[in-house]
Nanobody, 118 residues
Framework: QVQLVESGGGLVQPGGSLRLSCATS????????MGWYRQAPGKQRELVAA???????NYADSVKGRFTISRDNAKITVYLQMNSLKPEDTAVYYC????????????WGQGIQVTVSS
């Protein structure tokens, strides 16, 4: 069973920064597209940022210029650097791994709370 383990969430003031980390299995990491999603209360889960196995990235319009996704294949970890945080960034953030080994797979982390409040 593949696990994704997130860390780095918490409470931060508006304008502050946080870095989320997500570690997973070496058996899939290097071939997976890794993504960060978030879900705020009463809202649908949405894609925040994703990075392919070769390093191509895409971002939600709401976070462009503020968030940066990166991956370290040696540490089998994907990061989400979040700067200039706003109250509307408050949500549970989920790490995701998608790919294909004979068949498609789609794994999720347990989620981590990020709260932006003064």
């Amino acid at each position: 069973q593949v696990q994704l383990v997130e860390s780095g969430g918490g409470l931060v003031q508006p304008g502050g920064s946080l870095r989320l980390s997500c570690a997973t299995s070496p058996s899939i990491f290097s071939i997976s597209t890794m993504g960060w999603y978030r879900q705020a209360p009463g809202k649908q889960r949405e894609l925040v940022a994703a990075i392919t196995s070769v390093g191509s990235t895409n971002y939600a319009d709401s976070v462009k210029g503020r968030f940066t996704i990166s991956r370290d294949n040696a540490k089998i970890t994907v990061y989400l650097q979040m700067n200039s945080l706003k109250p509307e960034d408050t949500a549970v953030y989920y790490c995701n791994a998608k790919g294909r080994i004979f068949s498609a797979y789609d794994y999720w982390g347990q989620g981590i709370q990020v709260t932006v409040s003064s």
